[in-house]
């Protein structure tokens, strides 16, 4: 079955850090860029990191970078977040999304349930 | 950075034909997809590249692009279609960001 789990999620004091994973399942993981997209509670989503499928080519939302550090194993088939200097704004449920289009545009066409990241003191 | 507009709710009775827009500057010469998320679930992609369908998606789903608006317009809506509706565009001119719009709610009366 073709699947995204993430994990890693949890409470974390303001300050903080935390790594989350996302294991992939059922396709060529090193064939797709992925990204990171989050959802704080009750609020729209907002895309946080992409990486390309070699790690060549790495992005971030403002609200993240120098922060926030997205990485990948292809051969362990993971992504993975490393999130230091949590702040409580960063409070969402992260998702795992798999990147597909052309160079004229991207969008996500597989996502994981989510892994939900509380920053609170 | 670009900006996508969507109203935040959307009613419709059942049967009916529900038309959630997405406004955004000369939006009709990027690529608009559009995602439907329930509660407590994750998002499923419903429209990709303006128009186009992933497999598994009804044909009641439909979706254009012109000028400053596009539009996801759902036919003969069901109680099933409740749930909120994000637009995303992919701005290459800056840092390659993917944007949301703010999501529209669509409740089925």
């Known amino acids: 079955e073709v699947q995204l789990v993430e994990s890693g999620g949890g409470l974390v004091k303001p300050g903080g850090s935390l790594r989350l994973s996302c294991a992939a399942s059922?396709?060529?993981?090193?064939?797709?860029?992925m990204n990171w997209v989050r959802q704080a509670p009750g609020k729209g989503l907002e895309w946080v990191s992409s990486?390309?499928?070699?790690?060549?080519?790495?992005y971030y939302a403002d609200s993240v970078k120098g922060r926030f550090t997205i990485s990948r194993d292809n051969a362990k088939n993971s992504l993975y977040l490393q999130m230091n200097s949590l702040r409580a704004e960063d409070t969402a449920v992260y998702y795992c999304a798999r990147d597909l289009g052309s160079s004229g545009s991207r969008y996500f066409d597989l996502w994981g349930r989510g892994t939900l990241v509380t920053v609170s003191s | 950075s670009y900006v996508l507009t969507q109203p935040p709710s959307v009613s419709v009775a059942p049967g009916k034909t529900a038309r959630i827009t997405c406004g955004g500057n000369n939006i009709g010469s990027k690529s608009v997809h559009w995602y439907q998320q329930k509660p407590g679930q994750a998002p499923v992609l419903v429209i990709y590249?303006?128009?186009d369908r992933p497999s598994g998606i009804p044909e009641r789903f439909s979706g254009s692009n012109s000028g400053n608006t596009a539009t996801l317009t759902i036919s003969r809506v069901e109680a099933g279609d409740e749930a909120d509706y994000y637009c995303q565009v992919w701005d290459s001119s800056s840092d390659h960001l993917r944007v949301f719009g703010g999501g529209t709610k669509l409740t089925v009366l």
């Open positions: 059922g396709f060529t993981f090193s064939s797709y860029s």
């Open positions: 990486i390309s499928s070699s790690s060549s080519y790495i």
């Open positions: 590249y303006d128009s």
